[in-house]
């Protein structure tokens, strides 16, 4: 075994190799089915399933359920779906913290006849007040004295379900004067009268989180239990786990800082909170940071991939800005994405000259960056849509498209010089007229002569209506953790519906998950509730970071 720095190695991989133990490397992903994954579980998909692969070890994929009270079958689902998606396998390891219930209800007996844990009847709130401060000593419960037998007998009727929710709890006996909070006799099991997801009625008391995480590991066999640093002052009381208990293994643990991205939260508690109370429309809004919310944006994995590699692997924390992740994504899709015409907000071009009920079709790439792509056909005819906002009947000094007078090039198509706009009643432009010169085919210029602008357009008669949605940042403050009301902090621009845009023909057929840029506006993709004839387009990323600026200003 090398030991030393390697270059570019995190502290947990330098760990892993010094270990000795890399050939027979075990790691774990194991969420709670509480809620969908988001983006911060994507960094620690790719820590734990990237060293397995990475060392020839394995991942497990374990659910933590041990809270049946918000835990869910379609979590569960979603979870496995989304581990998939990001390209992770567990093979045959999949692991449920309930398949371990009956061997750690064994262990909490084993500490009951060590004098090692209790039965305690004081009440959640005693039980708090009775823990002291980070400040202040704890005190002793006025159970903590019970003998073994009768520990044993109160347990064992706890699991007979002899006993109401909250009416007692098995705690372990350590140290209530402890200068770590956690070592202060925590409590192991609780009794939940509550369905199960996978156990159903079995059970009605229920190990914690505490108890039940590092003996999953030990049962499992995992080597190196890798979590967040929130669980740093944990790490003494499952030490105390492993050596007080006839556990197989002894994982250790190592610490890494959560993923902070800006504009966003990555917290199930809050997560769920803008879920159920319908501040977003579901799991897979794609305003949200959850896998399942970036699927349906149209971000591809490799960019989730590229983005935690950036990020890398620290043990302090800080917060990522949204605006790397962005990068990452414009980075994957501008390789694959094919190019295509889409007028977000339309205004009628008519081209005089151009012969009535005639069309032709130029032969166009899709990607100019990668000709391999192919090309495609795109038709021109007399009417056409442009951007209401490349016209304008007052040109400021370096407005160079679309106004009275002035000569612009169609992309692709041709060079046009406007001649005439038609206004309605109300003064506002109902259509801008124009001449093409017919020797420009393709949009060259035949003598030389400069022409500097160039817009980009639809034929009417091929093209198909369309919804656009356009997302923004879903929270306005950059940190919106910091002591600031999450309901309050919501962008009231995080979704833009924009109706009647028109889509280049091509468009309306290539239903499906493919990422496509809509030329000077971003990359897009279907939204699944899209269909022929009534397209829907997610806007995954603007072409520019255009929301960093508007935020200074
Ligand atoms: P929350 O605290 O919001 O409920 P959690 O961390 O409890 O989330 P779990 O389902 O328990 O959610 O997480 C599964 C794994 O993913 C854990 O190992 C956890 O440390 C890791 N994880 C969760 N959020 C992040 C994050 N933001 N960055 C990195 N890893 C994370
Ligand atoms: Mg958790």
């Known amino acids: 075994m090398v030991k030393g720095k390697h270059h570019h190695e995190d502290f ?12 027979r490397l075990v790691t774990r992903f194991p969420p709670e089915p509480n809620g969908f994954l988001h983006i911060g579980h994507a960094k620690s998909m790719c820590l734990n399933f990237g060293v397995a692969h990475e060392f020839g070890g394995r991942c497990h994929m374990r659910f933590d359920d041990t809270n049946p009270r918000n835990e869910d079958k379609k979590f569960i689902n979603s979870i496995q779906n989304d581990v998939r998606w990001l390209g992770f396998k567990w093979e045959n390891y999949l692991y449920f913290a309930s398949d371990h219930f009956e061997q750690l209800y064994e262990w909490a007996e084993h500490l009951i006849l060590k004098q090692k844990a209790y039965v305690d009847d004081l009440s959640q709130e005693q039980i708090r007040l009775y823990r002291g401060t980070l400040t202040t000593p704890g005190r002793p419960s006025p159970f903590r004295n019970r003998t073994a037998r009768e520990n044993l007998d109160l347990f064992r009727r706890m699991r007979k379900g002899d006993f109401a929710d909250g009416s007692c709890v098995l705690r372990a006996l350590i140290d209530m004067s402890s200068a770590n909070v956690n070592m202060r006799d925590p409590v192991l099991y609780r009794i939940l009268h509550v369905t199960h997801p996978r156990t159903g009625g ?34 003494p009381l499952y030490n105390w786990f492993i050596e007080n208990l006839p556990v197989p293994c002894q994982p250790k643990q190592y610490e890494f800082a959560r993923l902070n991205l800006s504009h966003t939260v990555l917290s199930k508690r809050q997560l769920t909170q803008l879920v159920d109370e319908g501040y977003v429309n579901g799991w897979d809004d794609p305003r949200l940071p959850t896998l399942a919310g970036m699927r349906r944006r149209g971000v591809p994995p490799s960019a989730i991939h590229d983005f935690i590699k950036l990020v890398g692997i620290k043990k302090s924390d800080k917060l990522v800005d949204l605006a790397l992740l962005e990068h990452c994504i414009r980075n994957a899709l501008n390789r694959v994405a094919p190019r295509r015409m889409v007028i977000l907000d339309p205004i009628e071009l008519v081209v005089d000259n151009y012969p009535q009920n005639h069309s032709e079709q130029f032969v166009v790439l899709n990607n100019p960056q990668d000709p391999d792509d192919g090309s495609r056909n795109l038709p021109f005819s007399r009417r056409l849509y442009i951007e209401r906002n490349d016209f304008t009947e007052s040109p400021a000094p370096k407005f160079y498209r679309l106004s009275p007078g002035q000569e612009v090039r169609l992309r692709n198509a041709y060079l046009v010089t ?76 995080s979704l833009e519906v924009l109706r009647g845009c028109k889509a280049e023909i091509l468009l309306d057929r290539e239903v499906g998950h493919n990422a496509v840029q809509f030329e000077r ?7 699944i509730d899209s269909r ?22």
């Not at 989180?209 to 049962?219: L, V």
């Not at 017919?438 to 034929?459: A, L, N, Q």
């Not at 506006?521 to 939204?527: K, P, R, S, T």
């Not at 022929?532 to 200003?553: C, E, M, Q, Y």
């Open 418 to 493: 406007c001649n005439k706009v038609i206004k309605d009643t109300n003064g506002s432009i109902v259509s801008v007229h124009c001449t093409y010169d017919p020797h420009s085919r393709g949009g060259d210029s035949p003598d030389g002569r400069k022409v500097r602008g160039t817009v980009h357009w639809v034929s009417a008669e091929h093209s198909v209506e369309s919804e656009v949605r356009l997302y923004n940042p879903l929270l306005i403050s950059p940190t919106p953790n910091d002591n600031k009301n999450l309901i309050e902090e919501i962008n009231p621009r």
């Open 521 to 527: 506006h971003g990359y897009f993709c279907h939204d």
């Open 532 to 553: 022929v004839g009534t397209p829907i387009f997610n806007r995954t990323v603007a072409l520019r970071d255009t929301w960093s600026k508007i935020n200074k200003s």
């Open 202 to 235: 079995k059970w009605c008391i229920y190990p914690t989180y505490d108890f039940a995480h590092g003996q999953s590991d030990a049962i499992e066999g995992v080597t190196h239990s890798l979590c967040t640093t929130e669980f740093e002052d944990h790490r």
């Open 12 to 23: 947990i991989r330098e760990a892993i190799r010094c270990s000795g133990v890399s050939d």
